[in-house]
C-alpha cells in the first residue's frame, strides 16, 4: 500500500482565494482526520470522519472551513477564503484501530501570502 | 487551553546516552497516551503507547512511563541514537471518544 497521500505537497496562494486539499486514505480504514500543525499549537485536530461521516468538527477554526468525504477513498479540506493566519502544514490521517493505528501522510505546506 | 502539553520545546542528548522527554496533562479522562515521531518533511509516525490501567510499557529502546497522580507522561529513549533525532509528540485519547489531543511537540537533537 502506498500510504496515506496528499496533494498538493505545497501551495502557495494569496489571501482571499480558496484552497482545496485533497487526501486519501490507506485502503480499508474507517476512520479520516484532519489536522493542523503550527509551532504554537502543535497539532490540532480539525474534523474526523468515520464510514464517511462526519463524526466531529469542533476543532475546525471558522466558518471558512469545510471538509467533506465523498466516498471512503477521498476527502477535501477547503478554506475560502483563505487568510494568511491559516498558513501552516495540514496532515491527513487514517486508521482501521482508534486509536492505536493513525498513519498520517506526507503533509501539504500552506503559505497564505 | 492546552490539555496535553510539552513544556520543552527542544533537548539535546549526546549519543548512547538516556533521553528523557516530558509531557504532562490536566485532564484525568484519558484512557490511552501515545508517542509519535515526526522527522523533517514527512507525517508523524505512531512509536509507542501506554493504557492509563498501566505505569510502564517498555519497546526495545523505549519505554513510557505513566504517573497518573502527578498526571505526568515520559518517554526514555536508551541508548539514544542519531537517527532518533526528530520530534516527538505526545498525545491522549479521551474516553469514549475516537480522537486524539496532540501536544505542542519536542525537538529531539542525539549528537556523536
Known amino acids: 500500500d502506498a500510504g496515506v497521500i496528499q496533494s498538493p505537497r505545497h501551495e502557495v496562494t494569496e489571501m482571499g482565494q480558496e484552497v482545496t486539499l485533497r487526501c486519501k486514505p490507506i485502503?480499508?480504514?474507517?476512520?479520516l482526520f484532519w489536522y493542523r500543525q503550527t509551532m504554537m499549537r502543535g497539532l490540532e485536530l480539525l474534523i474526523y470522519f468515520n464510514n464517511n461521516v462526519p463524526i466531529d468538527d469542533s476543532g475546525m477554526p471558522e466558518d471558512r472551513f469545510s471538509a467533506k468525504m465523498p466516498n471512503a477513498s477521498f476527502s477535501t479540506l477547503k478554506i475560502q477564503p483563505s487568510e494568511p493566519r491559516d498558513s501552516a502544514v495540514y496532515f491527513c490521517a487514517s486508521s482501521l484501530i482508534v486509536p492505536l493505528g493513525q498513519f498520517f501522510g506526507p503533509g501539504t505546506r500552506l503559505t497564505v501570502l | 487551553d492546552q490539555q496535553v502539553k510539552q513544556n520543552s520545546p527542544s533537548l539535546s542528548v549526546q549519543e548512547g546516552r538516556i533521553s528523557i522527554l516530558n509531557c504532562d496533562y490536566t485532564n484525568s479522562m484519558f484512557d490511552y497516551f501515545l508517542w509519535y515521531k515526526k522527522y523533517p518533511a514527512e507525517g508523524p509516525t505512531f512509536l509507542i503507547s501506554?493504557?492509563?490501567?498501566?505505569d510502564k510499557n517498555e519497546d526495545g529502546r523505549f519505554t513510557v512511563f505513566l504517573n497518573k497522580s502527578a498526571k505526568h507522561l515520559s518517554l526514555h529513549i536508551v541508548p539514544s541514537q542519531p537517527g532518533d533525532s526528530a520530534v516527538y509528540f505526545c498525545a491522549a485519547r479521551p474516553y469514549n471518544t475516537d480522537k486524539l489531543i496532540f501536544g505542542t511537540g519536542t525537538r529531539l537533537q542525539v549528537f556523536p
Open positions: 485502503s480499508g480504514h474507517d476512520y
Open positions: 501506554i493504557s492509563s490501567i498501566k
